[in-house]
């Protein structure tokens, strides 16, 4: 069967992906030294000032130092403006799930230009799922601090409580460390409905839903429930082995691109070390399932290398900070709303739209001598 594996589908300036090297380098940072020198803000400046820099009329500043500050008090601003919203979305959203609700929210959004709709879209994010996961707890929406960086106050609208120093150190790791992944799936999409010369807030609104696909952003909640059906550390290796023997997909492990360990992993892992032991039980647990996975993996399919991949640590570390499993999808979004966010824009200049052809492969008229060829 024909797929797009390997076609070039745009140049682009914001990340390269190296499967076989198991390396991402985002604009010119290695992702390792990104998470080291810059908050959510500042990788959002790096991102948006890569295609637009006088973005929003926004002093990006130098966002090798980690300077930010004006597009952190711009999303705070936006994060206010997007809560004005949420009475009408939640009322209309009422029986949808999490991430069914950010996308219809995220929808209803409208901002004048593409500068203004970046920056709204992108704050509206943690507004809008946070409002929908109370509502479905019985709980009113926690308005935002516009003073608060994005990582903490999503935990702040999350909680109703200003949360911790480390679980707001731990959730923008993962914020920054999923901002950008090359031409994934939801990228893609939001690629293409930008070279329609479409608004940014449909192109997220369309990423959103790629991103609810079980095979690109729903694989970290499957992770939790792959430990709490191990059980104990002494049950990982037998229980690992009778799931492969089922023909079963371990949660966590291999990746469609990296031919070996995601690096993204190893960030995120580092960063749950950071955090502390919050749960010393979990964590034993965690490595037993890791190392048998591994172990298993690399016997069954000797020639083929099936590490750790982002999604292992990213339920653990999620789980960790306190986000219920239910929003891992959607989280996964409020750090990639960068990443499509710079993807449209840069979509946008280049001003031509994509237009794949199909071969097609289906019945002729009869009697015809039309043949099944590429077709527009």
Not at 115 to 122: D, G
Not at 240 to 253: K, P, V, Y
């Amino acid at each position: 069967m024909t797929t797009m594996d390997d076609v070039v589908a745009a140049e682009t300036v914001l990340s390269r992906v190296d499967g076989e090297g198991g390396r991402l380098v985002v604009h010119g940072l290695d992702l390792e030294d990104l998470v080291a020198a810059h908050g959510f803000e500042a990788t959002a400046a790096l991102l948006w000032g890569a295609i637009d820099p006088e973005l929003g009329d926004l002093e990006l500043g130098d966002p090798e130092l980690g300077d930010a500050g004006e597009v952190a008090r711009a999303l705070g601003s936006a994060r206010a403006r997007a809560f004005a919203r949420v009475p009408a979305i939640l009322a209309a959203t009422e029986d949808l799930a999490p991430i069914d609700a950010l996308r219809a929210g995220i929808a209803c959004l409208a901002a004048d230009g593409d500068r203004a709709a970046v920056v709204l879209a992108t704050a509206a994010m943690p507004v809008l799922l946070a409002a929908a996961f109370r509502r479905d707890r019985g709980l009113p929406p926690v308005a935002p601090d516009p003073a608060l960086g994005q990582a903490a106050d999503l935990l702040r609208m999350l909680d109703g409580t200003p949360a911790d120093p480390g679980r707001v150190r731990a959730l923008e790791t993962y914020l920054v460390t999923v901002a950008d992944h090359g031409m994934n799936a939801s990228t893609f999409a939001a690629r293409v409905i930008a070279a329609t010369a479409s608004d940014p807030v449909s192109a997220v609104a369309g990423a959103v839903g790629a991103l609810k696909g079980p095979l690109h952003g729903g694989a970290p909640g499957p992770v939790l429930d792959m430990l709490d059906a191990v059980g104990t550390p002494a049950n990982a290796a037998a229980w690992i082995a009778a799931a492969l023997d089922r023909g079963e997909r371990l949660m966590g492990f291999g990746h469609r691109i990296y031919r070996t360990r995601d690096p993204r992993a190893d960030v995120l892992k580092a960063a749950l070390a950071a955090l502390g032991p919050r749960d010393p039980a979990r964590t034993a647990l965690a490595e037993a399932v890791e190392r048998a996975a591994r172990d298993a993996l690399a016997v069954r399919y000797p020639g083929r290398r099936l590490d750790t991949n982002v999604e292992f640590y990213t339920a653990l570390l999620l789980e960790a900070v306190g986000i219920d499993r239910a929003l891992f999808t959607p989280m996964f979004g409020v750090g990639r709303v960068v990443g499509w966010t710079a993807h449209v824009l840069e979509q946008r200049a280049t001003g031509r739209l994509i237009r794949p052809k199909a071969r097609y492969v289906g019945p002729v008229p009869a009697g015809d001598t039309f043949r099944a060829a590429a077709n527009g």
